[in-house]
């Protein structure tokens, strides 16, 4: 059983930049939930897909976009890039929409300039 | 006001020491209850989850609710150098548009100390 990756580890952007983040779920997981953690806070909830819907957002502009493909894995947009966007992107899979069983990958990296 | 409040620490103790970890909230609509160990530059890993009052065990680790007064916590016995990280609280509801969403807490960063 494979667990949840993510790719890259980091990244360097400038302002007003686009990005995009990659993460494959654990096998069998059909749920991906993107998570945004400050540095010195806790994940804030982005958005989660369910079979390739999203399944529900936080309180995130819509320059944050993502995606989830027929295999489940999936990707995060932001667009239009701003220093606050700096932080640490977390992915997490899960089964059925569940948040309670939720296993993480170790995040990308972002900074921007 | 954050709908979860995690106590901020840091917490250094000695090894073989009990550790106390709190959290407390304010949504009633939380019905499951969870806690992540995250270790530096390092994604959250699942510790714990529960979803009812009372305490759950697993090894070293003891996980308390009390929805009565929305306070729960995590209990680290014997604790080890290993333990060192930081320790996330969070909870979720599934009976709102965001079922899939959980809440963390902003964490407690311990040192255990040999």
């Known amino acids: 059983e494979t667990g949840v990756t993510q790719s890259p580890t980091h990244l360097i952007k400038t302002r007003g930049q686009q990005v995009t983040l990659r993460c494959s779920s654990q096998?069998?997981?059909?749920?991906v939930s993107w998570y945004q953690q400050a540095l010195g806070q806790g994940p804030q909830f982005i958005f989660q897909y369910y079979r390739e819907e999203e399944n529900g957002r936080g309180n995130f502009p819509p320059r944050f976009s993502g995606l989830q493909f027929p295999n489940y894995s999936s990707e995060l947009n932001v667009n239009a890039l701003e220093l606050d966007d700096s932080a640490l992107y977390l992915c997490?899979?899960?089964?059925?929409?569940?948040?309670?069983?939720?296993?993480f990958g170790p995040g990308t990296r972002l900074t921007v300039l | 006001q954050k709908e979860v409040e995690q106590d901020p620490g840091p917490l250094s103790v000695p090894e073989g020491a009990i550790v106390s970890l709190n959290c407390t909230y304010s949504n009633s609509a939380f019905q499951y209850f969870m806690w992540y160990r995250q270790y530096s530059r390092k994604g959250p890993e699942l510790l714990m989850y529960t979803y009812s009052s009372g305490n759950k065990e697993d090894g070293r680790f003891t996980a308390q609710v009390d929805k009565s007064s929305k306070y729960i916590s995590l209990f680290i016995r014997d604790s080890q150098p290993s333990d060192s990280a930081t320790y996330l609280c969070a909870m979720g509801s599934r009976y709102n548009t965001n079922a899939g969403k959980s809440t963390f807490g902003d964490g407690t960063t311990l040192t255990v100390k040999p």
């Open positions: 997490a899979s899960s089964l059925e929409s569940r948040s309670d069983t939720q296993y």
């Open positions: 096998s069998g997981h059909n749920t």
